[in-house]
């Protein structure tokens, strides 16, 4: 019997609510909406680093972005390293990749392909069909852009930016020279906001057609961009489910789709600039919880699950469902056992870590987020040995996060519960015990680099 195919769909800052399933009122995703219904659903997902380039790379390792060393932006994937495209390619596999890779440069080095092509050696080891740009915010805009094939060959672009990056997936499809099953990892870079723009660019239409959007309940009556941004937001998230749709109908059509999997989920989300200057980088689950489907052979059925998942459980999961064994060095687990009902002690926690704002921690359950934040450097300490305590959040009274009881002495037994949880979690991430203290005990530079506080003045 052939093994089945996997194809890994990766949007870029969307947050979990854009999509109908998760409750969107407007007719953003039909399609996504569709392959929930028919697949699984994640209720509960979440980043595990809510920066581009970190979360890239936890994906590709199976490992914490300290654990590699790529805990910030610009730090480009050690060769060392065996990525998933390894894992596959040893086991019968093509591997393909398309799209923003943003792990083949490093600011500290001198090593620079941000707009160039990226060599061989940093590709991650997707070796069959390679059509991408290492920082492609850099090498495109909404309506231009251009990336590199496995020959370092230019490749511009017809049209908006995410049909570009979805028709060099559907053309690898098409010209597959071979019976073997394939790995293909689809890297949009949809909904991010366009950095020398600074504007999220929509396709043409999306400012009238998704108008009458509903305020997310944490981004009501605040700052941030939000209101001039949020159609066009909402846009792009359209553009990537219709391109999910094509993608699929050419599956079908080459009677591939029975033998798929297919995952969709994003690297972080969105806050707006409501919750620090820019969009992410912070524990709110604007910018932390993602969203999540999956479907093909496993993941029938229209499941919903609600237990807490990170997206470093999907490196594990990916190889649990081609069966290859999962590396002893991998972080969390596969999903599998979640979704056919045989997973015993499924952690209650998911652990983030959380850079260049800051450095921070925090973790998630199902009833309570709690992050705390160190007096460093986010752009070069990667960890510290002190952290004080910096929010609160009891998701079922307060889901939106708007009110921080991590000064409340009401709390200080959970607070003191769930920092022994963090600490358990920084421990599995092969960090040494830090001491953490309580807010109250914050000395002056860490008050004045809070930023939450930064937004709000």
């Not at 609510?17 to 009122?25: F, N, P, V």
């Not at 073997?180 to 906001?193: G, R």
């Not at 991998?330 to 979640?338: I, T």
Request: proline letters at 5%; hydrophobic letters at 30%.
């Amino acid at each position: 019997m052939k093994k089945p195919n996997i194809i890994f769909y990766f949007a870029d800052q969307q947050r979990w609510d854009t999509l109908g399933c998760y409750g969107q009122k407007l007719n953003v995703t039909p399609n996504l909406d569709a392959l929930a219904k028919n697949g699984v659903r994640f209720e509960n997902a979440y980043t595990c680093q809510p920066v581009c380039g970190p979360a890239r790379a936890c994906l590709q390792t199976g490992k914490y972005a300290t654990e590699i060393g790529c805990y910030t932006n610009a730090i480009e994937l050690p060769l060392h390293e065996k990525t998933l495209a390894r894992y596959f390619n040893d086991n019968g596999y093509e591997t393909a990749y398309v799209g923003k890779w943003h792990l083949a440069s490093n600011n500290r080095t001198n090593l620079h392909h941000e707009t160039t092509a990226i060599p061989e050696e940093y590709r991650g080891g997707y070796k069959d069909y390679w059509m991408a740009s290492d920082v492609l915010e850099f090498t495109s805009h909404g309506y231009d852009g251009f990336v590199f094939d496995k020959d370092n060959k230019r490749h511009d672009f017809i049209g908006y930016r995410p049909d570009a990056i979805n028709n060099y997936a559907i053309h690898y499809l098409h010209n597959r020279q071979t019976d073997k099953p394939f790995f293909l990892f689809v890297s949009q870079i949809e909904p991010h906001h366009q950095n020398d723009h600074a504007r999220c660019e929509g396709p043409d239409g999306s400012k009238e057609k998704f108008k009458d959007f509903s305020v997310p309940g944490d981004l009501e009556g605040t700052g941030g961009n939000w209101r001039e941004n949020y159609p066009d937001y909402l846009g792009q998230c359209h553009s990537l489910d219709e391109n999910i749709g094509r993608l699929v109908d050419t599956l079908k059509e080459m009677g591939e789709w029975d033998n798929t999997i297919l995952i969709y989920t994003a690297d972080h989300g969105s806050h707006f600039c409501t919750r620090n200057g820019e969009y992410k980088r912070s524990c709110h689950s604007g910018c932390t919880h993602i969203p999540l489907v999956i479907c093909g052979p496993g993941f029938e059925g229209g499941k919903v699950i609600d237990e807490v998942v990170s997206l470093l459980d999907l490196p594990a999961t990916i190889l649990d469902c081609v069966g290859i064994s999962v590396p002893a060095d991998f972080q969390r687990h596969s999903l599998k056992p979640l979704v056919d009902g045989t997973a015993k002690d499924w952690p209650k926690a998911v652990f983030m870590q959380i850079s260049e704002s800051q450095v921070g921690r925090a973790i998630c359950t199902n009833d309570w987020k709690y992050s705390v934040r160190a007096d460093a450097d986010g752009w070069n300490d990667s960890c510290a040995d002190v952290y004080y305590e910096d929010y609160l959040y009891d998701l079922h009274a307060d889901p939106h996060e708007r009110n921080n009881l991590v000064d409340d002495p009401a709390y200080a037994d959970e607070r003191a519960k769930l920092a022994q949880i963090l600490k358990h979690e920084m421990a599995l991430a092969h960090e040494k015990e830090p001491t953490i203290l309580p807010a109250s005990s914050k000395p002056a530079s860490v008050i004045e680099n809070d930023p939450l506080r930064q937004a709000k003045q």
